[in-house]
């Protein structure tokens, strides 16, 4: 018995459209932002303009406030007739991080794990690629505006290859506590 499951799906190319070289007038910094394709995170390289309210003195969140604003964006036309789209909401913002929270932390306007997971995906493997934000391979590590504790993400293969299963509750992150505090307290068990 036949089963009508719908059209079959389009063909998507998820070619990343070549950027202008020279956008003349923006200041910004080149970034790979992720949107998805295919439903898959497929990074695309952009001229990230820095925030115009620079309301933000903490570098790390202002650099994490100018790449949530370029996830927010609609792709171009070109990168629409690729295939690409975005599901990160308007409006999200990135705020100072708090006393207490660990080196790198970025705290978005809203809680991370009331986000979409495609689109808290999409946050953990661009700010995971950012080197501004991101001190090298490992874990994202973000929080809401209020006092939870941030908790930690990963971009891996996984996230990459289906975002829409990410967990939305990460690991909450541990403050690093220095290493001679460590070796005191390894000793005295």
Same mark, same amino acid.
């Given at each position: 018995m036949p089963?009508?499951?719908?059209?079959?799906?389009?063909r998507?190319?998820?070619?990343?459209?070549?950027q202008?070289?020279g956008?003349?007038g923006?200041?910004?910094?080149?970034a790979?932002?992720?949107?998805?394709?295919?439903s898959?995170l497929?990074g695309v390289?952009?001229v990230?303009?820095?925030?115009?309210?620079r309301?933000?003195?903490?570098?790390?969140?202002?650099v994490?406030?100018?790449?949530?604003?370029a996830l927010?964006?609609?792709?171009?036309?070109e990168?629409?007739?690729?295939?690409?789209?975005t599901?990160v909401?308007?409006?999200?913002?990135?705020v100072a991080?708090?006393?207490?929270?660990p080196?790198?932390?970025?705290r978005?306007?809203?809680k991370p794990?009331d986000?979409?997971?495609?689109a808290l995906?999409?946050?953990?493997c661009?700010?995971a690629?950012? /080197? =501004? %934000?991101?001190?090298?391979p490992g874990? @994202?590590?973000?929080? $809401?505006?209020? !006092?939870?504790?941030?908790?930690t993400?990963?971009c891996t /293969? =996984? %996230?990459?290859?289906?975002?829409?299963s @990410?967990?939305t509750? $990460?690991?909450? !992150?541990?403050p690093t506590?220095?290493?001679?505090?460590?070796?005191?307290?390894?000793?005295?068990r």
């Amino acid at each position: 018995m036949p089963v009508d499951v719908g059209p079959a799906p389009s063909r998507v190319s998820c070619d990343t459209p070549e950027q202008p070289s020279g956008q003349s007038g923006v200041q910004g910094f080149r970034a790979t932002v992720e949107l998805v394709c295919g439903s898959q995170l497929v990074g695309v390289e952009r001229v990230v303009p820095v925030p115009e309210k620079r309301t933000l003195k903490d570098p790390v969140a202002l650099v994490a406030q100018a790449l949530l604003e370029a996830l927010e964006r609609t792709p171009s036309g070109e990168e629409r007739d690729a295939g690409f789209t975005t599901g990160v909401p308007e409006g999200l913002t990135a705020v100072a991080p708090r006393a207490g929270d660990p080196a790198g932390t970025v705290r978005l306007s809203r809680k991370p794990e009331d986000l979409p997971p495609v689109a808290l995906s999409q946050i953990v493997c661009t700010l995971a690629g950012s /080197d =501004a %934000v991101s001190a090298g391979p490992g874990p @994202v590590v973000l929080g $809401g505006p209020n !006092a939870d504790p941030p908790r930690t993400w990963e971009c891996t /293969d =996984a %996230v990459r290859s289906r975002p829409e299963s @990410v967990l939305t509750l $990460g690991e909450i !992150a541990r403050p690093t506590a220095s290493a001679g505090a460590t070796a005191g307290a390894t000793a005295g068990r």
